[in-house]
């Protein structure tokens, strides 16, 4: 197909429709403050933050303060929301919504298109048909992987353990060239310059650059400029003080700054969900030098876990965005009433998790659940494997300190595995590559610590219902079905993968991962990482302080990308490197269509209010 | 697990919580106990884990509620709500670090002070397996230990304390099994009959909230909590 008459039919679709319903804005998630734009978009995990618009007391009352700032933001979405799907489906050009968006920002890089690849592609017949192999072609497989030119050529050893002092054989300068040869790094100090946390190497190992890290931080801290970042080399070091604690990530990823920070406010956010914020100033306004060790003991494998989906590349954290289990409307309806309507009178949150994807969620009417929270509580449960190993039902205080950083809740934990709850025939162990990944989980959290027994019992029933009118079997079935295939759901679209977020929603949803970037191999693992680096690079480039950017096309050596915002949705996509602007934006139409289409499939929309 | 076809064997559930210093075993006993298994490693507990396990006595059936809590300091303002109404508790330290006996002792304090007065407490030294005379354990146990004998508390003076306090008192293996069943056997032996036939105790925790059917009422007729102890 010639690509240009992809582009003429593009601006003709362009002359044609009314100009936007909206004057352009800008986008809703600012990044001031530093603070982690995305992850602040705190709203309901379902509609009932679009319809804070005629209810305002919809989540007042839950957030601080710059949290509450944050959530007036998103109102825009909804509401620009509203027109352009309505003239969507009553237009039936189911096209409208995207073009509408598109239109103030494609006419450029329409005319620079044609101009740079359009006539390239015109002229030369022998071109088009090499194109039409090369196409063909995977992101990130032309990439020649030298050690010396490649920044992820030690990724596969990243995760690694550094060898301890006992260790035999091993001398302390090959202990320090480990340490050294890692991409990322997390520091956690305290202003006295007590060491609280590193990823790697132990505290004998990092201790002097704690040091040194404290020496340099409370320098620009003594002259009331404090130090934010700085970089040495192709290294970058982001600084986040938060009261007596400073944290530092040190990363030659290529993250942004303010994706960086927002990482390390994920880590702050841990330590706050152990101890409470006042519980962490009385320790130190009591003993400046006091080792934070031993309170937060036993929580450096949620910390780490946390860190290693960040070098991984965690999606959801960039984002700041849930992503849920893909379920037909109906069913999940049918879930959430059989969760609300055994509820029990001391359940704050309800939620059903399967694979690390929310399944359904029941809260109060004004209480919400913020985004951050759940990461938290996704990682103990899922990535840490703390709670799961123990086996059994759990019963954890924690503090979810998006909803309230000074109190504890508690949280009652229960998997569905054991095959007393599930009597459906169907062998469940049978294809678990990756058995965490199928695992359904019950959440009930509670503000009452004697609720056990209650919420223990309330667990019961959920189960029987769920196992009575089948959901349980759905949701292990739309589990086992894993993330949407890209040629299932536009075929065509030489596009191999893509990230799209529902802003009004704040979740998001992905392609399959499998075969290309999913996999415990080296090669697989270093792929995904160049995947994830190439979406934080797509996602800060449109975050950028002052851009205003509404689409981005980026071609480089290995891939070509995608990034595309209005209000009512973030999307990215990656595909190969020979893959035309035009062909890209098609695919990329088709699979915003479809998560139109699929909204209610893809999003918990509404959730169970009570 | 009834083995008698005809009269079910009376069936009822013992509270039981384990207390004990971070990283001396607790979890790894109870998951021995529930699963007979073993994890290299395992992670730290976090806030507290629930299990129940069946225990077979010739007379009756003992159903183990087992609070199963976190050993780290933060979680120690907790436990009055796990051992609170406990029929039983075991209170474990390592037998290779000090440290965690004198821990032990404080929690036995707090037990015989704050807990049920007729609650029956067994302490239990764990990680046989590295110590040199950890007999009745197999071979692999040995091979773990090293050449070393990593003990550091001696049998004597656990077993002198734990007479002293009126304790059962157990050196036990997580790792290989060694003398874990043991030790729940031996406290469901030592539950008095009395206290089994007493209001019961797990429920009271949560009384206020629970069901009337889930009690269990030996004297009566069989309740409906009865079918999942002794179902044939």
């Known amino acids: 197909m010639a690509p240009e008459t992809t582009t003429g039919s593009n601006q003709n679709e362009i002359t044609d429709p009314p100009p936007p319903p909206l004057p352009p804005r800008r986008k809703p998630s600012g990044e001031g403050l530093g603070a982690p734009g995305q992850s602040k978009a705190t709203t309901a995990v379902s509609s009932i933050d679009i319809s804070t618009l005629s209810f305002p007391d919809g989540s007042r009352g839950t957030f601080t303060t710059s949290a509450m700032r944050a959530v007036s933001t998103p109102i825009p979405g909804p509401s620009g929301f509203a027109t352009p799907s309505r003239g969507a489906s009553e237009d039936g050009l189911t096209d409208s919504m995207s073009v509408m968006s598109f239109a103030p920002t494609m006419r450029p890089a329409a005319d620079l298109a044609s101009l740079v690849a359009g006539e390239i592609n015109r002229k030369s ?62 520091m956690i100090l305290s202003s006295a310059g007590k060491p609280i946390y ?131 409307k109906s069913k999940r309806h049918a879930i959430n009433n059989a969760f609300l309507k055994v509820r029990s009178e001391k359940l704050l949150y309800g939620l059903i998790v399967a694979g690390g994807k929310l399944v359904s969620v029941i809260r109060p009417r004004k209480h919400s659940l913020h985004p951050s929270d759940l990461q938290l509580i996704f990682n103990m449960l899922f990535e840490s494997g703390g709670v799961k190993a123990g086996g059994g039902e759990n019963w954890i205080p924690l503090c979810l300190p998006a909803f309230n950083n000074r109190g504890y809740l508690y949280m009652y934990v229960s998997f569905f595995d054991g095959s007393p709850d599930s009597t459906s025939s169907e062998p469940i162990q049978e294809r678990s590559p990756d058995s965490t990944d199928e695992e359904v989980a019950i959440i009930l959290i509670s503000p009452d610590k004697e609720s056990f027994y209650d919420l ?155 | 697990m009834a083995d008698s076809a005809g009269a079910p064997r009376p069936s009822s559930s013992v509270k039981l919580v384990l207390l004990g210093e971070a990283a001396v075993g607790k979890s790894s006993l109870v998951l021995r106990f529930v699963n007979n298994d073993f994890q290299e490693n395992k992670e730290p507990t976090i806030g507290a884990a629930f299990l129940t396990q069946k225990c077979n006595l010739p007379q009756r059936t003992i159903k183990f509620e ?38 032990a002792k404080h929690w036995v304090a707090e037990l015989q002070r704050q807990a049920s007065p007729g ?106 909590n009865a079918k999942e102890g002794c179902a044939c």
């Open chain 1, 198 to 328: 590193s990823r790697h190497g132990d505290l004998s190992l990092v201790n002097s650059y704690m040091g040194v890290v404290q020496t340099i931080i409370s320098f620009y801290e003594g002259s009331n400029d404090p130090l934010l970042g700085f970089t040495a080399g192709k290294t970058r070091f982001v600084i986040a003080i938060e009261g007596p604690l400073y944290f530092v990530a040190i990363s030659k990823l290529g993250e942004s700054d303010s994706q960086l920070r927002s990482q390390l406010e994920a880590l702050y956010m841990q330590i706050l969900s152990t101890l409470t914020l006042p519980t962490l100033k009385n320790i130190f306004v009591h003993r400046p030098s006091t080792d934070l060790r031993k309170p937060l003991e036993g929580t450096e494998l949620l910390l780490s876990s946390l860190a290693d989906s960040f070098s991984k590349g965690s999606p959801s954290a960039l984002l700041g965005a849930l992503e849920c289990l893909r379920l037909r």
């Open chain 1, 125 to 186: 017949r022998a071109w088009t048909m090499l194109r039409s192999q090369s196409a063909t072609v995977q992101p990130f497989e032309a990439v020649e992987i030298t050690a010396s030119t490649d920044e992820l050529a030690g990724f596969n050893h990243e995760f690694d353990d550094i060898p301890d002092l006992t260790s035999q054989g091993v001398t302390d300068e090959q202990r320090l060239a480990l340490w050294k040869a890692k991409l990322k790094h997390y």
């Open chain 1, 456 to 610: 223990k019992e309330m667990r019961d029933k959920v189960a029987h219902q769920l196992d009575k009118n089948g959901s349980l079997a759905i949701i292990r079935a739309a589990v086992r079905d894993g993330r949407p295939r890209i040629d299932a759901i536009a075929p065509g679209a030489q596009i191999s993968h893509f990230l799209y977020k529902s802003r009004a929603n704040v979740q998001f949803c992905m392609a399959t991962l499998q075969p290309t970037f999913d996999g415990s191999e080296p090669e697989k693992l270093v792929a995904r990482r160049r995947l994830m680096s190439l979406y934080h690079q797509l996602h800060a480039s449109m975050h950028t302080k002052h851009s205003h950017l509404k689409v981005l096309h980026c071609v480089s050596a290995d891939a070509a990308s995608l990034a595309w915002i209005t209000p009512i949705f973030e999307f990215y996509c990656v595909a190969g490197p020979n893959v035309s602007r035009a062909v890209m934006t098609q695919g990329a139409n088709k699979i915003i269509q479809w998560a139109k289409r699929e909204e209610e499939r893809l999003f918990i929309i509404g959730g169970g209010v009570f």
């Open chain 2, 119 to 224: 609650i029956v407490i067994a302490l239990v030294g764990n990680k046989l397996d590295l110590t040199s005379d950890n007999a009745g354990t197999n071979g692999e146990g040995e091979a773990a230990g090293g050449d070393e004998d990593a003990r550091k508390v001696s049998t004597e003076e656990a077993k002198t304390y734990a007479e002293e306090e009126g304790l059962l008192f157990f050196e036990t293996s997580a790792k290989t099994g060694y003398n874990v069943t043991e030790v729940f056997t031996a406290i469901a032996n030592a539950i008095p009959e009395t206290s089994l036939k007493s209001a019961r105790g797990p429920g009271a925790a949560g009384a206020a909230g629970r069901s009337e059917e889930q009690r269990v009422n030996l004297n009566g007729p069989r309740d409906p």
């Open chain 2, 66 to 103: 087992i609070w199963d809590t976190a050993g780290q300091e933060r979680f120690a303002s907790l436990a009055p709500m796990y051992y609170r109404n406990a029929q039983a508790a075991l209170v474990v330290y390592d037998l290779t670090k000090p440290t965690s006996l004198i821990k």
